[in-house]
């Protein structure tokens, strides 16, 4: 509605001064205070839209009273105050009347898809009162004619005149919910798009730069984009180089062994990091240098005419990598902390946990799995379709009948979303692990595996650790190398071999053999565990002790709890009935004894081992109780 012009009458139009007054009112805050000011804004300003072309300045010395009047105006006669004016004066009243206005739907339309998109309800109606409001009240609506540049201006204005840290919360939510509403074309969580390289070469010798960045391009047709961006950042540190010590150099073929490359070399062995100080890894002195090596002996072979005459980084350059042995999760952990998974309140990222569990996958693998992953197969069950990772390579998984109701689980949690932007091709992927409207986070991943091994009795775990896992069990189970290469996606057999020296049979069998031999030659290695006469009852001998289902076991201190005690109650088959409560009530009492036992001896292993068994043995008898 566009307001009347009164810039030669007299007083006030009457019909908005009499409509602005029947609205207060009608909220029962009419007063002859709210009429002045009325009259006195319309006096002043006979076409308000004056009003919005003054300086900010002097538009925030209203008073209170004629700010109703403006804000009477924006809801009801598309007077548009400006992003800066919402901004400070935070017109939260106007939230309140905005169900009487044309703007209501679009904001259930907000709020509603919101909910669908698992945002709580503090969070969604915060975004849309102190984001959406504004949005609509300066742009007159409606929902589906707001752009970028709208949410652009706002933001701006936010940065100049409030708190931005806790305002950015909200800007994130309202850009993700317009996202699935189609209104905008762009997710906020898309990665931002490439810039140009050759901000990374300002430190460069000017006359080698055109030789980096042509190099660069030709490799960006045959490597992946972020391959392309890590070398010229490699690049680039070794351009910053050649700039300190050989600030005249004009071609690559002037490159010497001594004079650059060793200094280079130096250089990056003693490199540390920005963020923290550190010194780098090893991994990554060895890329730095593979980078460099891999750009000269590509000028050379290419032919370029700027080339270096011989080689100038060889093999040996390179630091040695440690070769660690896979970090796997003992049995006994690793079925405590999957117990915790399965209890965990937090259903999308503890699934996502346990998928990695049971199939092998990185878990940058499971943050990119489509919605459509499982395949069913005829004669051959069903199957994981793991997307191009690592290596640039898909594979098939097959999936039990456990895993697969984990996977049903996840989409059922996901919900109808709109597709977002796969960050490696720029195509639109319907993406399993999907929340709030974005992709799950690795750190969120971390921080709910963390949560789930503390309460495991775990000092930590990594998302990598379960790829450990699930691979030593499959080589203890007897799997063949080429099987365990294909599930892990593993391009040579080196980095499978790595599992088999875990555990490998053909050592175990020359230990047995050995010790044998040397105990008969020498006699017993380690003291022989034989029956202990007891002169007290067995819960308060000074032991290591467990209570099994029909008997209990005792072991020296030294030799510790054993790996096996109690193993049945914990596992998944495990099954009771109410016709075995006295004899798991039994079972608690002793639990209980041996935790008092163990509490007074200052074993505070054994403490924590007995109370994880009081907590599944009350899981089991109120099971048994229910059943």
């Given at each position: 509605m566009?307001?009347?012009?009164?810039?030669?009458?007299?007083?006030?139009?009457?019909?908005?001064?009499?409509?602005?007054?029947?609205?207060?009112?009608?909220?029962?805050?009419?007063?002859?205070?709210?009429?002045?000011?009325a009259?006195?804004?319309?006096?002043?300003?006979?076409?308000?839209?004056?009003?919005?072309?003054?300086?900010?300045?002097?538009?925030?010395?209203?008073?209170?009273?004629?700010?109703?009047?403006?804000?009477?105006?924006?809801?009801?006669?598309?007077l548009?105050?400006?992003?800066?004016?919402?901004?400070?004066?935070?017109?939260?009243?106007?939230?309140?009347?905005?169900?009487?206005?044309?703007?209501?739907?679009?904001?259930?339309?907000?709020?509603?898809?919101?909910?669908?998109?698992?945002?709580?309800?503090?969070?969604?109606?915060?975004?849309?009162?102190?984001?959406?409001?504004?949005?609509?009240?300066?742009?007159?609506?409606?929902?589906?004619?707001?752009?970028?540049?709208?949410?652009?201006?706002?933001?701006?204005a936010?940065?100049a005149?409030?708190d931005?840290?806790?305002?950015?919360?909200?800007?994130?939510?309202a850009?993700a919910?317009?996202?699935?509403?189609?209104?905008?074309?762009?997710?906020?969580?898309?990665?931002?798009?490439?810039?140009?390289?050759?901000?990374?070469?300002?430190?460069?010798?000017?006359?080698?730069?055109?030789?980096?960045?042509?190099?660069?391009?030709?490799?960006?047709?045959?490597?992946?984009?972020?391959?392309?961006?890590?070398?010229?950042?490699?690049?680039?540190?070794?351009g910053?180089?050649?700039?300190?010590?050989?600030?005249?150099?004009?071609?690559?073929?002037?490159?010497?062994?001594?004079?650059?490359?060793?200094?280079?070399?130096?250089?990056?062995a003693?490199?540390?990091?920005?963020?923290?100080?550190?010194?780098?890894?090893?991994?990554?002195?060895?890329?730095?240098?593979?980078?460099?090596g891999?750009?000269?002996?590509?000028?050379?072979?290419?032919?370029?005419?700027?080339?270096?005459?011989?080689?100038?980084?060889?093999?040996?350059?390179?630091?040695?990598?440690?070769?660690?042995?896979?970090?796997?999760?003992?049995?006994?952990?690793?079925r405590?902390?999957?117990?915790?998974?399965?209890?965990?309140?937090?259903?999308?990222?503890?699934?996502?946990?346990?998928?990695?569990?049971?199939t092998?996958i990185r878990?940058?693998?499971?943050?990119?799995?489509?919605?459509?992953?499982?395949?069913?197969?005829?004669?051959?069950g069903?199957?994981?379709?793991?997307?191009?990772?690592?290596?640039?390579?898909?594979?098939?998984?097959?999936?039990?009948?456990?895993?697969?109701?984990?996977?049903?689980?996840?989409?059922a949690?996901?919900?109808?979303?709109?597709?977002?932007?796969?960050?490696r091709?720029g195509?639109?992927?319907?993406?399993?692990?999907?929340?709030?409207?974005?992709?799950?986070?690795?750190?969120?991943?971390?921080?709910?595996?963390?949560?789930?091994?503390?309460?495991?009795?775990?000092?930590?775990?990594?998302?990598?650790?379960?790829?450990?896992?699930?691979?030593?069990?499959?080589?203890?189970?007897?799997?063949?190398?080429?099987?365990?290469?294909?599930?892990?996606?593993?391009?040579?057999a080196?980095?499978?071999?790595?599992?088999?020296?875990?555990?490998?049979?053909?050592?175990?069998?020359?230990?047995?053999?050995?010790?044998?031999?040397?105990?008969?030659?020498?006699?017993?290695?380690?003291?022989?565990?034989?029956?202990?006469?007891?002169?007290?009852?067995?819960?308060?001998?000074?032991?290591?002790?467990?209570?099994?289902?029909?008997?209990?076991?005792?072991?020296?201190?030294?030799?510790?709890?054993?790996?096996?005690?109690?193993?049945?109650?914990f596992?998944?088959?495990?099954?009771?009935?109410?016709?075995?409560?006295?004899?798991?009530?039994?079972?608690?009492?002793?639990?209980e004894?041996?935790?008092?036992?163990?509490?007074?001896?200052?074993?505070?292993?054994?403490?924590?081992?007995?109370?994880?068994?009081?907590?599944?043995?009350?899981?089991?008898?109120?099971?048994?109780?229910?059943?």
């Amino acid at each position: 509605m566009t307001l009347p012009a009164l810039a030669n009458a007299p007083s006030p139009e009457p019909s908005l001064v009499d409509e602005l007054t029947t609205w207060l009112a009608e909220r029962g805050t009419a007063s002859e205070t709210y009429a002045r000011a009325a009259r006195s804004f319309f006096a002043r300003w006979p076409d308000p839209d004056a009003w919005v072309r003054q300086p900010l300045g002097a538009r925030l010395r209203l008073n209170p009273n004629l700010r109703v009047v403006v804000n009477w105006l924006a809801l009801y006669h598309d007077l548009h105050p400006g992003y800066d004016w919402l901004v400070a004066t935070r017109p939260y009243t106007c939230w309140q009347e905005l169900p009487t206005t044309r703007h209501w739907p679009d904001v259930q339309r907000f709020l509603s898809v919101a909910a669908n998109l698992g945002y709580a309800e503090r969070t969604r109606t915060v975004a849309a009162c102190s984001v959406l409001m504004r949005l609509l009240l300066q742009t007159g609506g409606p929902l589906s004619a707001l752009s970028e540049e709208d949410l652009s201006d706002l933001a701006q204005a936010a940065r100049a005149r409030m708190d931005w840290r806790s305002f950015r919360a909200s800007m994130h939510t309202a850009r993700a919910v317009l996202y699935h509403l189609g209104v905008l074309d762009r997710s906020p969580d898309e990665p931002p798009l490439p810039r140009s390289l050759e901000w990374r070469f300002a430190n460069s010798p000017h006359s080698l730069r055109d030789g980096f960045l042509g190099y660069l391009q030709r490799l960006g047709g045959i490597v992946s984009p972020g391959r392309a961006e890590k070398v010229a950042r490699h690049l680039a540190a070794f351009g910053e180089h050649l700039a300190a010590v050989d600030p005249a150099m004009a071609s690559f073929a002037e490159l010497d062994r001594r004079r650059h490359i060793e200094p280079f070399l130096n250089k990056v062995a003693v490199a540390t990091r920005i963020d923290n100080g550190e010194p780098v890894s090893v991994s990554e002195r060895r890329h730095r240098i593979s980078a460099v090596g891999r750009f000269l002996t590509d000028i050379s072979d290419w032919g370029w005419p700027d080339a270096p005459a011989r080689r100038l980084i060889f093999p040996r350059d390179l630091p040695k990598e440690p070769r660690p042995l896979p970090r796997y999760i003992p049995l006994d952990a690793d079925r405590r902390l999957q117990l915790a998974l399965e209890a965990s309140p937090n259903r999308l990222l503890a699934d996502g946990l346990l998928l990695v569990r049971a199939t092998g996958i990185r878990i940058g693998e499971l943050l990119t799995l489509e919605l459509d992953c499982v395949h069913e197969v005829p004669g051959l069950g069903a199957w994981l379709k793991v997307p191009l990772g690592k290596f640039d390579t898909e594979r098939m998984v097959p999936l039990d009948e456990e895993t697969l109701a984990v996977t049903d689980r996840l989409v059922a949690a996901r919900g109808p979303q709109r597709a977002l932007r796969h960050p490696r091709n720029g195509r639109m992927v319907d993406f399993l692990m999907v929340h709030y409207g974005r992709r799950v986070s690795v750190d969120r991943m971390r921080a709910e595996l963390r949560r789930a091994a503390a309460e495991a009795g775990l000092d930590g775990a990594t998302p990598h650790q379960l790829r450990h896992t699930f691979a030593t069990a499959l080589v203890n189970a007897g799997i063949s190398l080429q099987h365990l290469m294909v599930l892990l996606g593993h391009q040579s057999a080196e980095m499978s071999l790595r599992y088999g020296r875990l555990f490998d049979a053909t050592v175990r069998e020359g230990y047995e053999r050995a010790l044998a031999l040397a105990k008969a030659r020498l006699g017993p290695l380690l003291p022989e565990t034989t029956p202990v006469e007891l002169d007290t009852d067995w819960r308060s001998a000074p032991f290591i002790k467990a209570r099994l289902a029909s008997g209990y076991c005792l072991r020296a201190p030294a030799q510790g709890a054993c790996a096996y005690a109690n193993v049945c109650e914990f596992c998944p088959a495990f099954r009771s009935g109410a016709e075995f409560l006295t004899a798991l009530g039994d079972q608690r009492a002793d639990a209980e004894a041996l935790a008092v036992d163990a509490e007074l001896r200052g074993w505070g292993d054994e403490l924590a081992r007995h109370r994880r068994m009081i907590e599944r043995l009350d899981l089991l008898i109120a099971r048994a109780q229910a059943g």
